[in-house]
């Protein structure tokens, strides 16, 4: 009864290894745009998407991670601007259309070499399988940076990650 016991439990923990797995796997993929990593000006920024948990839910969670660079670190100029009003810095948009996020945020993580944000948007159903994340970067390098995604990416990651 023991080892039937033991054999049913590493049986389930290999199944849902192999999600996790796959899961890893497709967030590795560079060409797909779940995870990003730019560098701008000394500034690096980090933007990873977070796959939903339930089926019912229907945002795109994203978090984008600005580490400064040395010159800012040493400088200490952060201010409070990097806080507030800051959904109007990002945008989703397919082709023609443009979404705004419904909630945007700075992360109070602790971070002190950097800043990290956590966007959400309304889940839209878009025709278009390319879109592009779109950071108005004016609090750092004065920049427009684009992350371009695919949306096939999203919709496995997920379609796996909601039956874990």
Not at 15 to 39: F, H, I, P, W
Not at 87 to 92: E, K, P, Q, S, Y
Not at 101 to 114: E, K, L, S
Not at 133 to 143: A, E, I, M, P
Request: charged content about 20%.
């Amino acid at each position: 009864m023991k080892y039937i016991l033991v054999i049913m439990i590493g049986a389930l923990v290999a199944c849902s290894g192999g999600k996790q797995g796959r899961m890893k796997t497709l967030m590795a993929d560079s060409a797909n745009g779940l995870y990003q990593v730019r560098e701008v000006n000394g500034h690096q920024f980090r933007l990873t998407y977070l796959p939903e948990k339930g089926k019912d839910q229907g945002e795109w969670c994203f978090k984008l991670n600005v580490e400064l660079s040395p010159e800012m670190k040493a400088a200490k100029g952060e201010s409070q601007q990097a806080s507030f009003g800051v959904d109007t810095l990002f945008t989703l948009i397919s082709g023609m259309d443009t979404i705004i996020p419904i909630h945007a945020m700075r992360v109070a993580n602790g971070n002190m070499n950097g800043v990290e944000y956590m966007v959400i948007f309304e889940k839209k159903a878009w025709q278009a399988e390319n879109v592009k994340f779109c950071f108005s970067d004016w609090l750092f390098t004065h920049q427009f940076l684009e992350f371009p995604i695919q949306m096939p990416a999203i919709n496995k990651i997920d379609s796996i990650s909601s039956r874990i």
